[in-house]
């Protein structure tokens, strides 16, 4: 399966994932000049941004690992862009999640 089908798979889950749990999905990939979120979704209290992240392989580092120091300032000042498009949201607070797809014995699983 092509890297990017698989990414697109992952994020359906993900968005899934988080719908079942009662948040309500507002973006997916969103995109600035500074990056992209993967999913950007709102429950009663938080607006929360979510990165997806998958590894296919246990010899790197972990899915949720990958998610370093660039990648979160990036995350941060996209979500900043995203909230100057969307003033109405601005008083929310906000939570940054990493939701990771980790291989096991069986296939990959949301860790």
Not at 46 to 60: G, P, Q, W
Request: with cysteine.
């Amino acid at each position: 399966m092509p890297v990017k089908t698989l990414g697109d798979d992952y994020e359906q889950q993900a968005a899934r994932w988080l719908q079942q749990r009662g948040l309500r999905i507002l973006a997916r990939n969103f995109r600035g000049k500074t990056g992209e979120i993967d999913l950007i979704a709102r429950d009663q209290t938080h607006l929360v941004f979510c990165e997806v992240r998958a590894r296919s392989n246990r010899y790197y580092n972990s899915a949720a690992g990958s998610v370093d120091h660039r990648k979160q300032q990036r995350l941060l000042r996209t979500a900043q862009l995203f909230l100057q498009r969307h003033p109405g949201l601005a008083n929310l607070p906000c939570r940054f999640d990493v939701i990771a797809f980790e291989p096991r014995q069986s296939g990959s699983d949301l860790a």
